[in-house]
């Protein structure tokens, strides 16, 4: 039976592993210009891996970063006509 310091230690371990695994997929993100923040990227690989659609859910990503440039595009315009 392992012991409480063993417990913690594998922990820390898994934990160094996952932010690992998200230094390489920020990379990756960065190379192919996806604009997506390391805690974006942590969220969107546990919402895979808890059965999402990576092609749906990149759907949604692509929609909602349009939204909000025309939403930011408006902005700026109305501030513009003030």
């Given at each position: 039976?392992?012991s409480?310091a063993?417990?913690?230690?594998d922990k820390e371990?898994?934990?160094?592993?996952a932010?690992?695994?998200?230094?390489?997929?920020?990379?990756?993100?960065?190379l192919l210009n996806a604009?997506?923040?390391?805690?974006t990227?942590s969220?969107c690989i546990?919402?895979?891996?808890?059965g999402?659609?990576?092609?749906?859910?990149a759907?949604v990503?692509?929609?909602?970063?349009?939204?909000?440039e025309?939403?930011?595009k408006?902005?700026?315009q109305?501030?513009?006509?003030r």
């Amino acid at each position: 039976m392992p012991s409480e310091a063993n417990r913690k230690q594998d922990k820390e371990i898994m934990a160094a592993q996952a932010r690992q695994v998200i230094d390489v997929f920020h990379e990756i993100s960065t190379l192919l210009n996806a604009d997506l923040d390391r805690q974006t990227l942590s969220i969107c690989i546990s919402l895979i891996e808890n059965g999402v659609n990576p092609e749906a859910l990149a759907s949604v990503i692509k929609e909602l970063k349009k939204d909000a440039e025309e939403t930011q595009k408006e902005i700026l315009q109305s501030r513009g006509q003030r």
